[in-house]
């Protein structure tokens, strides 16, 4: 099954420009796995060495955030969308 992730503008150069791709699995885990195997530029950004995924990245299924869910092996069915959101640091001080 094919499901769309929603790419972030920072990660976009990774594939090809896109905004969106397909990826293909029955949980997030597999989908990302598919992912970085066709755009394999993403999986520095993605993951750490050990292959954990970094803190800093968050995924979404649809609008619930993964890690409130079953992380990686959290299952997906058809029609829903994966959303990879860096976090975003920093500000202004006054």
Do not use: C, W
Not at 26 to 40: I, R, S
Not at 46 to 73: A, C, P, T
């Amino acid at each position: 099954m094919a499901t769309k992730i929603l790419i972030p503008t920072p990660l976009r150069p990774f594939t090809d420009k896109l905004d969106a791709v397909e990826a293909a699995g029955a949980t997030v885990g597999e989908l990302l796995t598919d992912l970085t195997t066709k755009h394999a530029g993403l999986k520095q950004h993605l993951f750490n060495d050990q292959g954990k995924l970094r803190s800093f990245v968050n995924i979404y299924l649809n609008d619930e955030d993964i890690r409130y869910l079953q992380k990686e092996q959290t299952p997906v069915s058809a029609g829903d969308t994966i959303s990879i959101i860096p976090s975003v640091a920093g500000g202004s001080r006054d």
